[in-house]
């Protein structure tokens, strides 16, 4: 068993090392594909909930960022702190998965009541950074985002109301 690893591991080293540059990217494309297939087996599977909340997060992202550039507040420290969020949105999806598993499984309903709470809460995070770059909201979805704000700074007074760009 032990020199059926080594061998393993001595021709994965020497085709990474001897190889040309094709069969090095083919050999990182197939590790990233086992990676995201490992991934998703975690998340409960790619379907079109988890698709859409992972489309959410990369506009949430996107438009996080154009609002900071377009507002001259782009922060480091911000955009990695939103990374880690949307991060710990993934892992509460694969808990709420394992969850499911474990209580009934085939039947996923906390990671369903997962992906929808936080589709929610990215669909209304990208209409905030809309605002914010200057795409027309209508009326109420303004009047309806600064009466979340105003919630916001009331329950958080140690914090000043500071625009968001994840």
Not at 16 to 24: D, I, L, T, W
Not at 32 to 39: C, E, R
């Amino acid at each position: 068993m032990i020199n059926h690893i080594r061998q393993l591991a001595v021709t994965i080293y020497t085709a990474a090392v001897g190889s040309g540059s094709r069969e090095v990217a083919a050999g990182g494309i197939t590790s990233m594909a086992g990676l995201l297939a490992t991934i998703t087996g975690y998340l409960g599977g790619w379907d079109k909930p988890l698709q859409v909340l992972v489309v959410c997060m990369v506009i949430d992202y996107a438009t996080g960022i154009l609002g900071a550039v377009k507002t001259k507040t782009v922060s480091s420290d911000i955009m990695l702190w939103g990374g880690v969020r949307k991060a710990v949105v993934i892992f509460v999806v694969g808990l709420s998965a394992l969850i499911d598993d474990w209580i009934q499984p085939g039947s996923p309903v906390f990671r369903t009541a997962a992906i929808y709470f936080y589709a929610g809460r990215e669909g209304l995070s990208i209409v905030e950074n809309l605002g914010v770059i200057g795409v027309y909201l209508p009326p109420q979805v303004r009047d309806f985002l600064l009466q979340l704000n105003e919630d916001k700074a009331r329950n958080n007074p140690a914090k000043p109301d500071q625009d968001k760009t994840a």
